[in-house]
């Protein structure tokens, strides 16, 4: 089981790019990396989703380190609208039995 | 398109009861899921699907049963209510890239559920 740990908590001001790094020291082989926002009472929201290297969307960027044990999610320039949770996830195993198992996210707090 | 949608979006239930949470998708996606998110927590999976005819369970199972008899819907069913069961509820939809890839999962607004 490809455990994710991450920690529980950031703060940040407006304008500011944020990192928060995702350790999974035990992915397989063929995992994907995915990372999600929830915003309290809705769902969680996909935000980008990554296998090796880096990823950039509209909204962050992924960054993979080559040995895959860990992934950094970059927010720029993150406003007061990016207060939320955070969760990483890892797909079990290369079998993919769709296993997808949330770890306690980072709850980012921004401050004007 | 929808999306996923879940009914009810709020329930009260004594303890002892019995409910089922409705789901259901129209993206034609494969997989599906079961989430549970107690006050100030992380999601935790209840059961999964990933395909029709075919359920498991995930890391919270206890207390709850599944049946995925078409594509589109995922319903939940709670046996016997707890106050432990006491949660917001989430149901997901995703579509399977093979070889542990998945694309990205669309969640419901979730169902509220308070047993008393």
């Known amino acids: 089981l490809a455990k994710t740990t991450q920690p529980i908590s950031m703060d940040s001001y407006e304008g500011q790019e944020v990192n928060i790094t995702c350790s999974h020291n035990?992915?397989?082989?063929?995992?994907?990396i995915t990372w999600y926002q929830q915003f309290p009472s809705q769902g969680p929201r996909f935000i980008i989703q990554?296998?090796?290297t880096k990823v950039t969307n509209e909204v962050a960027s992924l960054f993979i380190p080559a040995d895959r044990k860990s992934s950094t999610l970059s927010l720029p320039r993150v406003s007061l609208s990016d207060t939320a949770v955070y969760y990483c996830?890892?797909?079990?195993?290369?079998?993919?039995?769709?296993?997808?198992?949330f770890g306690q996210g980072t709850t980012l707090q921004v401050k004007p | 398109n929808a999306g996923v949608t879940q009914t009810p979006k709020f329930r009260i239930l004594k303890i002892g009861q019995s409910m089922t949470l409705q789901c259901a998708q129209d993206?034609?996606?494969?997989?599906m899921y079961w989430y549970r998110q107690d006050p100030g927590m992380g999601l935790k999976l209840i059961y999964y699907?990933?395909?029709?005819?075919?359920?498991d369970k995930g890391e919270v199972p206890n207390g709850y049963n599944v049946s995925r008899s078409t594509t589109e819907d995922f319903p939940l069913r709670l046996e016997l209510a707890a106050p432990s069961q006491t949660s917001v509820y989430f149901c997901?939809?995703?579509?399977?890239?093979?070889?542990?890839?998945?694309?990205?999962?669309?969640f419901g607004p979730g169902t509220r559920l308070t047993v008393t």
């Open positions: 997901a939809s995703s579509y399977s890239k093979g070889q542990g890839g998945h694309y990205e999962q669309y």
């Open positions: 035990n992915i397989a082989t063929n995992d994907y």
């Open positions: 990554g296998y090796k």
């Open positions: 996830l890892v797909g079990e195993g290369s079998s993919n039995t769709g296993k997808l198992i």
């Open positions: 993206m034609n996606h494969n997989y």
């Open positions: 699907s990933v395909g029709a005819g075919i359920t």
